[in-house]
């Protein structure tokens, strides 16, 4: 079992750029599988980006490809999500979450964290 802590969300405007950061507690964060996912308001939780154990290889929704950037820092124990060109739209709660293989499906992740929210104005 994992502790996943986010950081990072705020409010910003359209275009803007943020950077969401999830620190994972124990020593064995390297042998877990990393995703971020988000939920807004009244709609089902989605899938956002994934990343691999040694960060060699990584997913994207469609609607996020091109625009964010997932990476992680085994030495820190961090999974960073890197969020350009935001937009509205992607006005949500993101959550990171930790597995022991690499799945775009949350129900693959059984470690979460609380969420940080993300609202992006117009």
């Known amino acids: 079992q994992v502790q996943l802590e986010e950081s990072g969300g705020g409010l910003v405007q359209a275009g803007d750029s943020l950077r969401l950061a999830c620190a994972a507690s124990?020593?064995?964060?390297?042998?877990?599988?990393m995703g971020w996912f988000r939920q807004a308001p009244g709609k089902e939780r989605e899938f956002v980006a994934a990343?691999?154990?040694?960060?060699?290889?990584?997913s994207y929704a469609d609607s996020v490809k091109g625009r964010f950037t997932i990476s992680r820092d085994n030495a820190k124990n961090t999974v960073y999500l890197q969020m350009t060109s935001l937009k509205p739209e992607d006005t949500a709660v993101y959550s990171c979450?930790?597995?022991?293989?690499?799945?775009?499906?949350?129900?693959?992740?059984?470690?979460w964290g609380q969420g940080t929210q993300v609202t992006v104005s117009s």
């Open positions: 979450a930790a597995s022991t293989r690499y799945s775009t499906s949350p129900s693959s992740y059984g470690d």
């Open positions: 124990g020593r064995t964060f390297s042998t877990y599988a």
């Open positions: 990343i691999t154990q040694s960060g060699a290889r990584t």
